[in-house]
T-cell receptor, first 110, second 114 residues
Framework: LAKTTQPISMDSYEGQEVNITCSHN???????ITWYQQFPSQGPRFIIQ???TKVTNEVASLFIPADRKSSTLSLPRVSLSDTAVYYC???????????FGAGTRLTVKP | EAQVTQNPRYLITVTGKKLTVTCSQN?????MSWYRQDPGLGLRQIYY???????DKGDVPEGYKVSRKEKRNFPLILESPSPNQTSLYFC?????????????FGPGTRLTVT
């Protein structure tokens, strides 16, 4: 199971692009990279998932370099409502080895 | 609306009094699981179920029981709650174990055991 490392916290301002990087040096060949968002007192919400290169959806983009030892979640033009904890998860599907780490607490300021 | 529901949302109880937290999903998902979330410890999996009548322990199963008699329901049972089970509990589901990383989480149940 690949261990992930993320910054504990980040601050940003409304309208800025935010990039949160996750390090996973021991990622295995079959591992996928998944990001979740969690607001206070709510359950985590799936944001995006990828295996390599770039994935984009209506919420975010996920950049994964060729060596896959890290990944970057990019949130375009954040607003106050993007203040949340963001979790990076790495693991093999379909094994039951999904683990949430401490996450990155993003605070968006006006 | 596709969702995972949990009841109750808030519960205060006393040590030793058996309780059940219900979880239901309306998405015909095969895979369901329970997590607890504690400050500084993050989300930890308690039990999971890959399908009806199939359950298995997660990382912190002690003191908990589950059952999966129907596909949509996955109740969490605390036979004799203790104060160290005071926590925020989340139920989650995914289409199958193959889509494990795309889980849908419920709104949470905040449990206090005195």
């Amino acid at each position: 199971l690949a261990k992930t490392t993320q910054p504990i916290s980040m601050d940003s301002y409304e309208g800025q692009e935010v990039n949160i990087t996750c390090s996973h040096n021991n990622i295995a060949t079959n591992d996928y990279i998944t990001w979740y968002q969690q607001f206070p007192s709510q359950g985590p919400r799936f944001i995006i998932q990828g295996y390599k290169t770039k994935v984009t959806n209506e919420v975010a983009s996920l950049f994964i370099p060729a060596d896959r030892k890290s990944s970057t979640l990019s949130l375009p033009r954040v607003s106050l409502s993007d203040t949340a904890v963001y979790y990076c998860l790495v693991g093999d599907i379909p094994n039951n080895d999904m683990r949430f780490g401490a996450g990155t607490r993003l605070t968006v300021k006006p | 609306e596709a969702q995972v529901t949990q009841n109750p949302r808030y519960l205060i109880t006393v040590t030793g009094k058996k309780l059940t937290v219900t979880c239901s999903q309306n998405m015909n998902h095969e895979y369901m699981s329970w997590y607890r979330q504690d400050p500084g410890l993050g989300l930890r999996q308690i039990y999971y179920s890959m399908n009806v009548e199939v359950t298995d322990k997660g990382d912190v199963p002690e003191g908990y029981k589950v059952s999966r008699k129907e596909k949509r329901n996955f109740p969490l049972i605390l036979e004799s709650p203790s104060p160290n089970q005071t926590s925020l509990y989340f139920c989650a589901s995914s289409l199958s174990q193959g889509q494990l990383y795309e889980q849908y989480f419920g709104p949470g149940t905040r449990l206090t055991v005195t």
